[in-house]
């Protein structure tokens, strides 16, 4: 399931430069996820490094975007392999 990120959003700027595969970057208002790009870190990480440095805790879950471990680990192995 990808990430998402709420209109609680502060831009702090701290989630950004954490994305290991770069799905996160400056919306119209707030910092927004692409989620064919969010991976949950799976392949980088053992939790989201976004979630992880986010101070006022407004990336939960996008319930539009439910995949499981494997899907995630798939979709990050064909963005590995898109940069290589």
Same mark, same amino acid.
């Given at each position: !399931?990808?990430l !998402?990120?709420? *209109?609680? /959003?502060?831009?702090? *700027?701290?989630?950004?430069?954490?994305?290991?595969?770069?799905?996160?970057?400056? #919306?119209?208002?707030?910092?927004?996820?692409?989620?064919?790009? /969010?991976?949950? /870190?799976? #392949? &980088?990480?053992?939790?989201?490094? /976004?979630?992880?440095?986010?101070?006022?805790?407004?990336?939960? $879950?996008?319930?539009? &975007?439910?995949?499981?471990? *494997?899907?995630?680990?798939? $979709?990050? $192995?064909?963005?590995?392999?898109?940069?290589?």
């Open positions: !399931m990808a !998402m990120i709420t *209109d609680e /959003c502060i831009n702090c *700027d701290v989630c950004e430069p954490e994305c290991p595969n770069g799905a996160i970057s400056q #919306g119209d208002e707030i910092y927004e996820i692409d989620p064919n790009l /969010c991976t949950e /870190c799976v #392949g &980088h990480y053992d939790e989201p490094q /976004c979630v992880l440095v986010c101070p006022v805790e407004c990336i939960p $879950k996008d319930p539009e &975007h439910a995949e499981t471990e *494997d899907e995630l680990m798939e $979709k990050y $192995k064909i963005i590995q392999e898109s940069l290589g």
